[in-house]
Structure formats: C-alpha cells, structure tokens
C-alpha cells in the first residue's frame, strides 16, 4: 500500500509522515531529500544552476536516500527549490523515486507525490497550515539540526519557496485529485495522526 503526504513547507508532511509510518509499520520516504541531495551536489561541485545537462548528470552517481545534516542548510532548501523547477530533473529523478515503492507498504511525503509520483496511491492527504504556523514549525526543526535563523528570515524563505512550489510549470504544488486535506494549525501530532488512520480505517 502507498500513502501519500503533498504539502507545502512546514506543513508538517515530515513529522507526521514519520510517525505515521511508524505506526503502520511501513517504510518512510522524504522526498525533499533527493532533490537536497541533489543541490547539495550541484553547490559543491560548483555546477552553474542553469547548466541542465551538468546537474542530470549527477543524478546516476548520487546516494539519494540517506540525508545528512547538511542538506538541511537554508540555502540548500533555497537551491533545491530552484533545482526542483526545472523539468528535466523532475523527469530524471521520477524514476529513482518510484523505485522506491517496488519495495512494499510506503508512506511517502513531498510536494508531488499524490499528484505525480504516485497518482494510484490508496490513500492521499494533503497536509497546509498557516504561514506564522509553518514558519514557526521550520524554526523549531532548524533549531533542532543546530541552525539557529531570526523568525523574518524564515518566513521569508517559506514564503519565496511557497510561491515558486506553486507557480512551476513542472509539477506544482496542488491539492491532488481524491487527496483528503487536512489543515494542521493549531493540531498536534498525534490528533494529526489519528485523523490519518482514521481516514486510513486503522484506528
Ligand atoms: O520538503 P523539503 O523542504 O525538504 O524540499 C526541498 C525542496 O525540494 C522544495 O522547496 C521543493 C523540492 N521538492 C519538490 O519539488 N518535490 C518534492 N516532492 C519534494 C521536494
């Protein structure tokens, strides 16, 4: 079984994604990561962000599902946003994603995976809260990996990453088609989570 988690950044797709999971005993994707990996990558090797050919040919000799810190760093979320527009990654890296789930029961979380990645999934949910909300959250989870950032610059990277997830041609961020939405502002976790396998029919 497939379960997929779409939503904008700080929504939440991540935690609860995890515990969910972990409640289901399935396995646990974040797809952020990949495209993190992949800007990681890019910036290191000083690939220029608008050589296409360059950057799809890192994707054959990358590790990419197992982030490290790193790839948590503001900046690298900012360039794999800018990374994540262009169609030709999007295309490349489709593939390495779906292979992924040729392994079992899934859960799986980003910004298209009920819409593009996985659009036969069983269960599909579609994860938002408000702006101060997200970016509250993001700053918790920065704190948390040892970045320390002033609450305007946070939200002012939500808030330009919001805008370019949704605008991209490739893939934007929607509400995909049978997702059931859910709006995380003032919940915790676990009720989240409840609602979920509610939803699921496994509570
Ligand atoms: O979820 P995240 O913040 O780790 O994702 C980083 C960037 O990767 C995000 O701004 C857009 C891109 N991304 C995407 O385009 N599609 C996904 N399924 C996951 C992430």
């Known amino acids: 079984m497939i379960i997929t988690i779409d939503g904008p950044a700080g929504a939440g797709k991540s935690t609860v ?25 890019v910036r290191e090797k000083k690939i220029d962000p608008d050589d296409r050919a360059e950057i799809c040919g890192l994707i054959p000799g990358l ?39 040729e392994d079992g ?5 980003g910004r298209d995976m009920g819409s593009v990645v996985f659009p036969g999934a069983e269960h599909k949910f579609f994860l938002d809260a408000s702006l101060s909300t997200r970016t509250r959250r993001r700053q918790e989870e920065l704190a948390g990996k040892g970045e320390s950032l002033k609450t305007e ?12 997830d949704r605008t991209r041609k490739a893939s934007p961020l929607i509400v995909p088609e049978g997702a059931v939405v859910i709006d995380t502002t003032g919940l915790g976790i676990a009720e989240v989570v409840e609602t979920m396998l509610r939803q699921i029919g496994k509570s």
């Not at 994604?17 to 952020?32: A, I, Q, T």
């Not at 790193?70 to 292979?99: H, M, N, T, W």
């Open 17 to 41: 994604g995890r515990e969910l999971s972990r409640r289901l005993g399935f396995r646990f994707f974040e797809s952020g990561s990949v495209y993190r990996a992949l800007a990681f990558a």
């Open 63 to 101: 590790d990419l599902f197992h982030p490290r810190p790193e790839f948590y760093l503001p900046e690298i979320g900012d360039l794999a946003s800018l990374l994540s527009a262009l169609p030709e990654v999007r295309r490349d890296l489709l593939a390495c994603q779906r292979k992924i789930a």
């Open 105 to 109: 029961n899934l859960v799986a979380e």
């Open 153 to 164: 610059e946070v939200e002012a990277e939500i808030s330009a990453r919001d805008a370019r």
